[in-house]
């Protein structure tokens, strides 16, 4: 039997029995699978909605729409060997939010960053956050800590990126613990000066106690 495991109401688990994803309605679990180049996939069995035609699929076929003919999406975007950048970007949310065995599982999947039900689905990613996207652009989730949805993300420049990221950094200070941002408003400090700091390795304490260097004529 496959592992379940535990899943808040808004993001999906592993478990997929008596889900429905593109018209394709999964049954049960089918067992593992090995691939070609030796790694294990659990499979499901299933039936496509649409013609009736019982399958049998990896769980990421499934969620990407890539199982029953009848049932393939045709939005343009997944050409293949020409993905559109939007298909690029939703597809490794997908990845990120899902796969145990991804390269980033630790800072996504394995720490219970999710994707919420509505975006397994590329149009509906498409319908919310296309109309907003340009060129240069890359997803970015306003709280750090909860996962892929329309109201927990926008699009940023990789700089506004890397500022976010800097800000989510929590320094301690005699007991305390505040993000930059907070740590900025309290001590005066300005927040390029304490994301500097942290750049150049200094201590929590050095970052936020340092005399800021004033110059005089």
Not at 38 to 58: H, L, R, T
Not at 74 to 100: D, E, F, P, V
Request: proline share 3%.
């Amino acid at each position: 039997m496959p592992v379940k495991l535990n899943t808040q109401s808004q993001f999906i688990g592993k478990d997929l029995s008596g889900v429905t994803f593109h018209h394709i309605e999964i049954i049960s679990y089918a067992g593992m699978f090995t691939k070609p180049c030796g790694a294990k996939v659990p499979y499901w069995n299933c039936i496509c909605k649409k013609c009736n035609a019982p399958k049998i699929a990896s769980g990421s076929n499934i969620k990407l729409g890539k199982v029953c003919k009848c049932n393939r999406i045709k939005h343009g975007h997944s050409k293949r060997g020409n993905w559109s950048a939007l298909y690029q970007c939703w597809s490794g949310i997908i990845q990120r939010s899902t796969n145990k065995r991804s390269t980033f599982a630790k800072r996504y999947v394995l720490r219970g960053i999710g994707v919420c039900r509505r975006w397994l689905k590329f149009e509906n990613f498409l319908a919310d956050m296309g109309p907003t996207w340009r060129k240069g652009l890359t997803i970015d989730r306003i709280n750090n800590n909860k996962g892929y949805c329309k109201s927990n993300c926008k699009w940023s420049t990789r700089m506004e990126q890397s500022h976010n990221r800097e800000n989510n950094i929590m320094l301690k200070l005699k007991g305390e613990v505040h993000c930059v941002s907070e740590w900025s408003r309290l001590l005066g400090i300005h927040a390029n000066t304490i994301r500097a700091r942290i750049r150049r390795g200094l201590s929590h304490e050095d970052t936020l106690t340092r005399p800021i260097r004033r110059i005089t004529d």
